[in-house]
């Protein structure tokens, strides 16, 4: 049975603060490991005044800033509806990349605007200091102490479909309403989440159709739903997203732009997680079940329970990467993992 918009039986809302501004942007807040939305907290940014006047404004604007540098577009044909996904079988994607210049793709979305049913084009996670140098002076959050790295995304209406991220997120909405519907963690059972080598943007995606969701191929999908949180944000308006939660983000208008930052709670050089659990599949998954259950053992030995007091027994000069890891063990981990792997 295939279901009404998944909206239609989601109860809660994301928690809100309306009196926050960016001198409040704290490192406790920004490290909140529930989901949180913050009103308002850029409606000073020159960006977000032209993007409530009108989709010309806002493009006018950017267009100061555009480096003339080819970004990579995604281009779906007006039966995808805005959703950024699979093709019928899972053998391709339902879009097509075209790389083009930024004022080229700005201009196409703007084209289609006053189409019924237009085609997507989606210009996703694009590093706004090298393709907007000079955007950051006038519309930014205080928190460059974090490293983040600073994305900005175009498009008219799109879908992309529930998935996780490892770094922390602030997202601001410049022009345009996004619906945002957020899941925890432990949902990832529920959520029925697609491949993790062939993915459409880098993460693994739920396969459910949030506008239509199919509950009899999907039936643990209620149990998510029941664990749900949604909000739509409006120009100014923010929204921390915690590392690992599921999001599904839906941009509701004819021209939107948002734009976020990713930082990390742990140094770079640790390598992304993501790589640590590809590896455990091709070396532990298809051991028999005994032998991978006594990995099970040693992983939480040595990774998820790793107390000091484990390896007193061992002088700490001669403990290598059982001591914390620094950028000089992470390089020589690294150099062992490619002589093993090749």
């Known amino acids: 049975m295939t279901g009404q918009h998944v909206l239609n039986d989601i109860s809660q809302t994301i928690a809100e603060k309306n009196d926050i501004t960016v001198a409040d942007l704290s490192d406790e807040l920004l490290a909140s490991d529930q989901p949180l939305v913050l009103r308002g907290l850029a409606l000073d940014w020159p960006a977000v005044k032209h993007g409530r006047e009108s989709a010309d404004q806002i493009i006018d604007y950017l267009q100061r800033f555009d480096s003339n540098k080819v970004v990579t577009a995604l281009y779906a044909p007006p039966e995808a509806a805005g959703r950024i996904f699979y093709n019928g079988d899972m053998t391709a994607f339902n879009f097509e990349y075209r790389r083009m210049a930024l004022k080229e793709a700005v201009q196409q979305v703007r084209s289609n605007i006053d189409l019924p049913s237009p085609p997507s084009l989606y210009i996703g996670s694009t590093n706004v200091d090298h393709w907007l140098p000079g955007f950051r002076e006038q519309n930014d959050f205080p928190i460059r102490h974090l490293e983040p790295l600073v994305s900005i995304w175009i498009g008219n209406q799109s879908r992309v479909s529930a998935h996780y991220d490892f770094p ?175």
């Not at 993460?203 to 999908?221: G, M, N, T, W």
Request: aromatic letters at 12%.
């Open 168 to 342: 922390s997120n602030i997202a601001c909405v410049v022009a345009g309403h996004r619906r945002v519907i957020l899941f925890p963690p432990e949902q990832l059972p529920n959520l029925y989440v697609g491949p993790l080598d062939f993915t459409p943007a880098g993460q693994p995606i739920s396969l459910v159709d949030f506008h239509a969701p199919d509950y009899e191929r999907f039936p643990k999908f209620r149990e998510a739903v029941k664990t749900a949180q949604m909000t739509v944000l409006e120009p100014g308006d923010a929204i921390i997203v915690p590392s690992m939660w599921w999001h599904h983000l839906e941009a509701l208008d004819t021209f939107n732009v948002l734009v976020n930052y990713w930082w990390r709670s742990s140094p770079s050089y640790m390598g992304p997680p993501l790589s640590v659990l590809q590896h455990a599949i091709l070396g532990l998954r298809d051991l028999p079940e005994a032998q991978r259950e006594q990995w099970r053992e040693l992983f939480d030995f040595y990774v998820f329970n790793p107390e000091p007091d484990k390896f007193e027994h061992i002088p700490e000069a001669a403990r290598g990467v059982l001591n914390p890891i620094d950028e000089q063990t992470a390089r020589q981990i690294r150099k062992m993992l490619r002589d093993k792997l090749l």
